[in-house]
Nanobody
């Protein structure tokens, strides 16, 4: 069974850091585009970051303007893990963060993380709360 599980969320003070993990079971993430999305109460889902598959000709990494310079997406040494390092957290970063995997080409580009329907697998999400 193919599954994505996020972890690493929690309560952190403004200016603090968290590292979210997205771990796949049943498949490896090397040849999938991986996106991190977040959704705050009453707001639309936002594509925060994405990284293209290792077979991609573009080798894209994308960050939303709201997180650029603070968040870093990376692939772990284990083939089934992708991380989202979040530094300089702000109260407006509070949301449920979910990772997703897409086998479609060009889902992740300089222009964005793509749409929900373009992703094949989704995790259940992990809550990030930034508050003093």
């Amino acid at each position: 069974q193919f599954q994505l599980v996020e972890s690493g969320g929690g309560l952190v003070q403004p200016g603090g850091s968290l590292r979210l993990s997205c771990v796949a079971s049943g498949f490896t993430l090397d040849y999938y585009n991986i996106g991190w999305f977040r959704q705050a109460p009453g707001k639309e889902r936002e594509g925060v970051s994405c990284i293209s598959s290792l077979s991609s000709r573009t080798g894209s990494i994308y960050y939303a303007d709201s997180v650029k310079g603070r968040f870093t997406i990376s692939r772990g040494s284990a083939k089934n893990t992708v991380y989202l390092q979040m530094n300089g957290l702000k109260p407006e970063d509070t949301a449920v963060y979910s990772c997703a995997a897409s086998a479609s080409d060009y889902v992740c580009s300089d222009g964005g993380a793509g749409y929900r329907y373009e992703y094949d697998y989704w995790g259940q999400g992990t809550q990030v709360t930034v508050s003093s």
